[in-house]
């Protein structure tokens, strides 16, 4: 009997270090460790540990794996099997279709991997995988513990196929046990003093501040909404986010009368055990009727059937995602009953965080204006199909992204081509450093290069952002005086793995890392702009500099497809492939005038289709007050 081993984790490493020990030295040699992930790789290396890359063993495209998760999750909770999931007028099922679209992508990233790996090589008769080293806490998101047992689940699919065994090991010590406990206990513990923080925090400031004349509910980042709060001094503050409070500052809570709240806050024990008891209703009404959803039963990847595995994850949306969002629209209700907000502001009213809908059907019974501040490039695909039912209102970067609102339902009275107050920094980056630099002897031609995140089961898994930032560093090896600017995205997950391979690809090309710097001071030193799929795009042409949109990797090429109208105005530059990054990055080098036409037609392109004039915060300030005017009586 073959095993093979799979690690999809770095932290696993220990548990299979431990795995190891307890095995025979005749065992380990029918043994084959295959790592799923170039980090991985690079630990075991490190650690001396034979393995087998499971680099090809994911067969089926990012791209074609989000439009299957999709069409399967649309189609799953869309059945009139679900007419039953309801609450106070909100459809459950609607509100969760992104949380199992999303949870689909994990399951389907393993079932690709283990599928190929059981036609690839059947003398495996039995895998070994180990169980996630994340334990899901309450609070986590709907489909969470399903998300940590995906790997397992996605081999109990591929198993009824091609009859292999599923072992899981099992190395949880006393110690580690009462680790876990001590650290979720210590969690909740800090979650409550931080709490009653916020509360006499709260007090002081509704206390000593006097009332505003509009009252906005905010469900977004504070750096959203303090630049276009500058132009709204009459209005006052209630922020649903209240992690948001460390960054605030004092002076400015007390300037806008801020206040930091939780929907959960404004729950009652009796509508929380009322919650417990209606999600138990909907899982008898789910059991019911399950056997007559024909999405359910027709449902595969990759040929392997996904039914029974479906089954379990529909039971914990219709449960726990049944009892999260009935306490929800419980408290929402009693929140803007309570509060009295004038407009309702959210950051996604389609979001795998149901609290932005819900915010917004709320709103929308209770007769005030709900408005979504456009916050990153319009994406039509399945996952968005009931955008329109939720949030009223829409600020767009401009007429382009409207005309594609407008496609699921929007018209002119409900959307407003204001641009972004976020990006009101790069218009004042640029009327500061409107001159490009030719990059001459004294300042080298420098390339900013925006870094896709490591996200394997749906963006770019390790070995993609190997390929991604050695064919970047080839292309500028080919520069003479040359600096290329890498951006990475902030924050500590993958930091060391990031920074291990630019040593490496970049070890001959001159480089540093911008990983905490805003990308507009990024772009503000750069002659050339080397972006992917993601807001960067828009970012780096206001900023007045050529731009390379890299398609390279799999996926920013599919959705680079979105981006043609761009490239067809010559607004940018699209490279799929090596060579092409290779002539573009070269070209620009060699060529001023080239640069100085491509930012003059990107320009004209920009001005023809966004509103990014530099006074995107004051255009939402008056859509604010414009909307406090239209608010509403109550809908009896």
């Known amino acids: 009997?073959?095993?093979?081993?799979?690690?999809?984790?770095?932290?696993?490493?220990?548990?299979?270090?431990?795995?190891?020990?307890?095995?025979?030295?005749?065992?380990?040699?029918?043994?084959?460790?295959?790592?799923?992930?170039?980090?991985?790789?690079?630990?075991?290396?490190?650690?001396?540990?034979?393995?087998?890359?499971?680099?090809?063993?994911?067969?089926?495209?990012?791209?074609?794996?989000?439009?299957?998760?999709?069409?399967?999750?649309?189609?799953?909770?869309?059945?009139?099997?679900?007419?039953?999931?309801?609450?106070?007028?909100?459809?459950?099922?609607?509100?969760?279709?992104?949380?199992?679209?999303?949870?689909?992508?994990?399951?389907?990233?393993?079932?690709?991997?283990?599928?190929?790996?059981?036609?690839?090589?059947?003398?495996?008769?039995?895998?070994?995988?180990?169980?996630?080293?994340?334990?899901?806490?309450?609070?986590?998101?709907?489909?969470?513990?399903?998300?940590?047992?995906?790997?397992?689940?996605?081999?109990?699919?591929?198993?009824?196929?091609?009859?292999?065994?599923?072992?899981?090991?099992?190395?949880?010590?006393?110690?580690?046990?009462?680790?876990?406990?001590?650290?979720?206990?210590?969690?909740?513990?800090?979650?409550?003093?931080?709490?009653?923080?916020?509360?006499?925090?709260?007090?002081?400031?509704?206390?000593?501040?006097?009332?505003?004349?509009?009252?906005?509910?905010?469900?977004?980042?504070?750096?959203?909404?303090?630049?276009?709060?500058?132009?709204?001094?009459?209005?006052?503050?209630?922020?649903?986010?209240?992690?948001?409070?460390?960054?605030?500052?004092?002076?400015?809570?007390?300037?806008?009368?801020?206040?930091?709240?939780?929907?959960?806050?404004?729950?009652?024990?009796?509508?929380?055990?009322?919650?417990?008891?209606r999600a138990s209703g909907f899982i008898k009404q789910w059991k019911r009727t399950q056997n007559a959803n024909s999405a359910l039963q027709k449902a595969e990847f990759r040929g392997n059937s996904l039914a029974q595995t479906l089954s379990v994850a529909l039971e914990n949306i219709v449960a726990r995602g049944g009892q999260r969002a009935v306490d929800l629209i419980n408290g929402a209700y009693a929140l803007c009953e309570q509060m009295q907000p004038d407009v309702v502001l959210v950051r996604a009213n389609f979001s795998t965080q149901i609290h932005f809908p819900i915010l917004c059907y709320v709103a929308r019974a209770l007769g005030i204006p709900s408005l979504e501040v456009q916050h990153g490039l319009i994406y039509l695909g399945t996952r968005l199909g009931g955008a329109q039912s939720a949030v009223e209102n829409i600020a767009t970067y401009g007429s382009l992204t409207s005309n594609g609102y407008k496609k699921l339902g929007y018209t002119d009275d409900t959307l407003f081509n204001i641009g972004s107050p976020r990006f009101d920094a790069y218009r004042a980056m640029r009327e500061k450093n409107m001159p490009m630099a030719a990059g001459n002897s004294i300042k080298p031609f420098t390339i900013a290069c925006v870094v896709p995140a490591v996200l394997p089961h749906s963006w770019s898994d390790t070995y993609e952002i190997i390929e991604y930032l050695t064919g970047v560093a080839a292309a500028a090896a080919r520069i003479p005086n040359v600096l290329v600017v890498l951006k990475l995205r902030p924050g500590p997950a993958d930091e060391a793995f990031y920074r291990s391979v630019i040593a490496r690809a970049f070890a001959s090309v001159p480089h540093k890392i911008a990983q905490y710097e805003p990308f507009v001071d990024v772009c503000a030193e750069a002659d050339a702009i080397i972006v992917i799929y993601s807001t960067t795009v828009l970012e780096a042409l206001i900023s007045g500099r050529p731009v390379i949109y890299n398609g390279m990797l799999e996926y920013h090429r599919a959705l680079g497809k979105d981006l043609s109208g761009y490239t067809a105005a010559g607004a940018m530059i699209a490279a799929n492939t090596q060579s092409e990054l290779d002539q573009s990055l070269e070209s620009l080098a060699r060529d001023p005038q080239q640069r100085r036409q491509l930012v003059e037609k990107a320009d004209a392109f920009m001005k023809r289709n966004y509103s990014f004039d530099g006074n995107a915060s004051q255009k939402l300030a008056n859509v604010v007050r414009l909307l406090t005017r239209k608010k509403l009586k109550p809908q009896l």
């Open 1 to 277: 009997m073959k095993t093979a081993i799979i690690l999809y984790e770095l932290r696993q490493i220990r548990a299979l270090v431990d795995f190891l020990s307890s095995v025979s030295e005749e065992e380990k040699k029918s043994m084959t460790v295959i790592a799923l992930g170039a980090n991985i790789e690079l630990e075991l290396q490190k650690r001396g540990i034979p393995f087998q890359s499971g680099r090809d063993l994911r067969r089926t495209p990012h791209f074609e794996c989000l439009t299957c998760a999709e069409k399967i999750g649309e189609e799953l909770l869309s059945d009139r099997t679900f007419s039953f999931f309801s609450y106070r007028g909100v459809p459950l099922a609607t509100l969760c279709t992104f949380v199992l679209q999303d949870y689909l992508t994990y399951l389907f990233y393993f079932v690709d991997v283990l599928t190929t790996l059981a036609e690839k090589y059947p003398q495996f008769t039995r895998i070994v995988l180990f169980p996630h080293t994340y334990i899901p806490l309450e609070t986590d998101g709907i489909m969470a513990p399903l998300e940590a047992s995906a790997a397992i689940d996605a081999a109990r699919v591929v198993e009824q196929k091609y009859g292999f065994t599923i072992y899981i090991p099992k190395f949880e010590t006393r110690a580690a046990l009462f680790g876990a406990r001590a650290n979720t206990a210590l969690f909740y513990t800090k979650r409550m003093l931080f709490g009653w923080g916020l509360f006499v925090l709260n007090t002081l400031v509704a206390a000593t501040v006097p009332k505003k004349k509009i009252r906005v509910l905010a469900s977004d980042n504070l750096r959203n909404i303090s630049p276009f709060m500058q132009y709204l001094p009459e209005a006052e503050l209630l922020l649903l986010d209240r992690m948001e409070s460390r960054g605030a500052g004092l002076s400015a809570i007390w300037k806008h009368r801020m206040r930091f709240i939780h929907i959960q806050n404004f729950v009652s024990g009796a509508e929380r055990r009322m919650a417990r008891a």
